[in-house]
């Protein structure tokens, strides 16, 4: 699978890309910020999943799910991976178009598991 | 905290507004009580400096106020002997400043007062908790070990900053705003940081304090930070977070609400402690 990973901690990039290569995964392309992650689907195409944070700068998480659902790419599933927590925020990003949350802090079984309800693999 | 001025004469009134300001409150220069806020004046940290030597003061008033204002109430004048003045002073805990002002009576009774507040205020459980939830739950999802915990306590603002075990080496920082604003703070000795993130990431540990560390740190804070607003959006404790900051170096500062209690919690995980640091407080206090 082609995955793009959006956060603007590298730390957290690492994680889950570290958790994603445990999973088999090795087409890992990751953007800092919204802004990037645009920039990166339409340099790199056929993506089969996007995880991206929430809180970051420049192009926030909602705001770049919500441009990606405006987009060519708008059948590629989002998983949301955040420290959001509250009932309303999780809706709020199901809403704008995710397909599943993982609040932070998680470990690679719950990616895992995530993954496989969006994909059903 | 806030500070009322009322019926001072400028010069007067002048004096105590620069030495209040120094001790970082809000001040409010008025000459009639009804032109003091109601909330305000009864909130528990308001401060009323009278004048009590201007003629058109209602005394009745200032009488009224010192038996709810206590030693919040300071009472301004050049005869210390006169007998309502007295009859106000050691009849309850209201403060007398003699004319002349000089500032450093204003200053050290000021911190008296300060003092008293400060060992009096507690910080609410739920808060306390929220967080050592959060720093315990964040390490071991995270990290893989369960950290201990060690003490808790409130320090006072004079206290932030420069007690021997506020600070260490690395320290990620969180900025609180909303309902609730402030600051949480999660503060690392370099080896605890290095093995911390070294854990965290599952490689081999890096030798110094590089980017990846520093941004590491930054995780840590925001997943820590996240974690107990979550918990504590249920009850009157709501916050929004800011993205954190980290700052790196032997006797590194963080900016605090110096009118709030600030909250120290130190942990410790793999022989060396570490540290949780809450200042918070009502946006509109």
């Known amino acids: 699978m082609k995955i793009l990973v959006v956060d603007d901690s590298s730390t ?32 790199n195409q056929g993506f089969d999943l996007i995880l991206t944070d929430w809180n970051m700068p420049n192009m926030n998480g909602l705001e770049f799910i919500k441009s990606v659902q405006g987009s060519d790419h708008k059948s590629v599933p989002i998983i949301m ?26 470990t690679p079984e719950v990616i895992k598991e995530k993954i496989k309800q969006v994909l059903g693999c | 905290m ?49 004048d009590w030597d201007n003629p058109d003061l209602d005394r009745g008033l200032v009488q009224d106020l010192g038996k709810t204002m206590g030693n919040r109430l300071f009472i301004v ?44 205020m507690k910080l609410d459980a739920k808060v306390i908790n929220a ?18 915990r060690e003490k808790v306590y409130i320090l006072e603002p004079s206290d932030v ?10 320290s990620g920082v969180m900025g609180l705003s909303g309902d609730y604003s402030g600051s949480v703070v999660v503060s690392f000795p370099v080896k605890l940081a290095l093995k911390s993130v070294a854990m965290m990431l599952g490689e081999d540990e890096k030798p110094s ?3 990846e560390v520093r941004d590491c740190v930054g995780e840590i804070i925001n997943i820590v930070s996240g974690q107990a607003k979550a918990t504590l959006s249920t009850t009157d404790y709501k ?3 800011a993205l954190p900051t980290v700052i790196v170096g032997k006797g590194h500062k963080v900016h605090i609400h110096e009118d709030s209690p600030t909250l120290v919690i130190m942990f410790s995980t793999e022989g060396e402690n570490f540290i949780l640091q809450v200042n918070i407080r009502p946006a509109n206090g």
């Open chain 2, 239 to 241: 916050f929004e977070l």
């Open chain 2, 131 to 148: 967080f050592i939830q959060a720093v315990t739950n964040t390490y071991e999802t995270m990290i893989g070990i369960t950290p201990k």
């Open chain 1, 81 to 106: 991976v955040t420290t959001e927590a509250e009932k309303a925020k999780v809706v709020e990003a199901l809403k704008a178009g995710a397909k599943n949350y993982v609040v932070k802090p998680f």
């Open chain 2, 2 to 50: 806030f500070a009322y001025i009322l019926s001072a004469s400028k010069v007067e009134g002048n004096i105590l507004v620069n030495v209040l300001k120094k001790q970082g409150h809000q001040t409010s220069q008025i000459s009639m009580p009804s032109e003091m806020d109601k909330g305000l004046r009864e909130k528990g940290d308001t401060l009323i400096f009278v």
């Open chain 2, 209 to 211: 304090l590089d980017s």
């Open chain 2, 77 to 120: 004048s050049a005869n210390e002997a006169e007998p309502q003045l007295q009859s106000i002073v050691q009849g309850g805990e209201s403060q007398f400043i003699p004319k002349p002002i000089e500032p450093t009576i204003v200053k050290s009774k000021v911190g008296t007062v300060r003092k008293v507040m400060f060992s009096k």
């Open chain 1, 12 to 43: 957290m990039r690492r994680i889950i890309t570290n958790c994603l290569k445990g999973l088999g995964e090795n087409e890992i392309i990751e953007a800092e910020d919204g802004n990037v992650g645009m920039t990166k689907l339409s340099e």
């Open chain 2, 161 to 170: 900053n420069t007690a021997a075990d506020s600070l260490f080496d690395i």
